[in-house]
Nanobody, 128 residues
Framework: QAQLVESGGGSVLAGGSLRLSCVAS?????????AGWFRQAPGKEREGVAV?????????RDSVKGRFTISKDKGQVKDTVYLQMNSLKPEDTAMYYC???????????????????WGQGTMVTVSS
């Protein structure tokens, strides 16, 4: 059974950095259209942050361009996707989820659905 496990969240001051990791067990990101990071702030809808496809093509939401990078590592046993977040802002505060997206159109538009595989989330809090 596929399992995605995020880690790396925490509390930082504005301007700081964090690196999130997502390890896939029983699953390889190469079988999905892309791997992505999403976030959901309290009282707000989930939004796509960044995706990366098996070829390494990436896409970011406008508000994180130039500050966040996404990368992947294909291990012998487990695949890992990273989200490096620099110059963090208070508006980046949210629960961050990784996902393996099964639809190319959802990858292009940074949208996820219940048809995709999701992790349990890791909280990022940025204070001013």
């Amino acid at each position: 059974q596929a399992q995605l496990v995020e880690s790396g969240g925490g509390s930082v001051l504005a301007g700081g950095s964090l690196r999130l990791s997502c390890v896939a067990s029983g699953y390889t990101y190469g079988t999905s259209q892309c791997a992505g990071w999403f976030r959901q702030a309290p009282g707000k809808e989930r939004e796509g942050v960044a995706v990366i496809d098996p070829a390494g093509y990436t896409r970011f939401r406008d508000s994180v361009k130039g500050r966040f990078t996404i990368s992947k590592d294909k291990g012998q046993v487990k695949d890992t996707v990273y989200l490096q977040m620099n110059s963090l802002k208070p508006e980046d505060t949210a629960m961050y989820y990784c996902a393996a997206i099964q639809s190319a159109s959802r990858c292009e538009t940074l949208r996820g659905s219940d048809l995709d595989a999701w992790g349990q989330g890791t909280m990022v809090t940025v204070s001013s």
